[in-house]
């Protein structure tokens, strides 16, 4: 069962700003949609990371355009034993079906990144139903066994999205570290950001078409497990139940007394 609170800190924090600065806040840039936020009570979040005292992180790829480093990046998972999730669009499935069995057949997680790559919270319950369910049964297909994590393209949701994925069999998954590796910065920006930002029960996001991804990966691992990070899929990351979601999207387990409330 899952259940979304709001912390304390956060209370009081709004409440302080609201008898600051008044009404009007809400429309400032920043800190308006932060506040508005937290506010709704039932607003719904994503996991976008894991409270754990254990070293331990999950990688991910989003794979929508091209699959050119694919072969590689699996070469290097194999090369430091590391085993990951990649989101799939399902355009690209269509496209590489091959891959998409190579992914699988190596040992790596695969998730549902939507059907055509839409904004999904302009969408209505029914083509959200759509976008899943086309994708899930194409990887179903494929690799016989259908997908339970999904992650929405632009990380662009709403309740609406959350509750239907979760109707769908899905958890809804963001990250809480991003390398940016889209905007072909070079390498040594992306690994000081990742590995920079990185704490216990992060997700990392990557894409597996990003140009420098050959090379600024496996810096990366080597850093991590250096530091005594184990990396694993985002399923063996995340609880599955007996959780709550604070206002920061990290997923904390509840406890004994709270369970039996």
């Known amino acids: 069962m899952k259940i979304y609170v709001i912390s304390k800190k956060s209370i009081i924090f709004t409440l302080a700003i609201i008898i600051a600065i008044g009404a009007s806040f809400l429309y400032f840039h920043d800190i308006g949609y932060q506040v508005l936020a937290v506010l709704a009570s039932d607003k719904l979040l994503p996991i976008y990371s894991v409270e754990t005292e254990e070293k331990k992180i999950a990688i991910s790829f989003d794979a929508a355009w091209g699959d050119q480093y694919t072969e590689g990046i699996l070469d290097i998972l194999d090369k430091y034993g590391v085993k990951t999730t990649f989101f799939l669009v399902g355009f690209w499935v269509d496209r590489y079906p091959d891959m998409v069995k190579k992914i699988h057949e190596r040992g790596h997680e695969i998730g549902n990144h ?100 050959l090379d600024y990966l496996p810096l990366i691992i080597e850093k991590l497990q250096k530091e005594g990070y184990k990396i694993v899929p985002i399923s063996e990351l995340i609880m599955k139940e007996n959780y709550y979601i604070d206002h920061t999207g990290r997923q904390i387990r509840l406890k004994t007394e709270e369970k039996n409330k």
């Open 114 to 213: 939507s059907s055509t790559h839409p904004h999904m919270s302009k969408l209505s319950k029914e083509k959200i139903i759509k976008e899943l369910n086309n994708t899930g049964d194409k990887i179903y297909k494929l690799m016989g066994e259908k997908p339970f994590l999904f992650r929405p393209p632009f990380g662009d949701y709403n309740n609406t999205l959350i509750k239907t994925a979760e109707e769908c069999g899905y958890y809804t998954i963001q990250w809480d570290v991003d390398s940016l590796d889209w905007k072909e910065l070079g390498v040594a920006p992306v690994v000081d950001r990742v590995t920079r930002n990185i704490k216990n029960g992060s997700i990392v996001l990557f894409h597996n078409n990003a140009k420098y991804v």
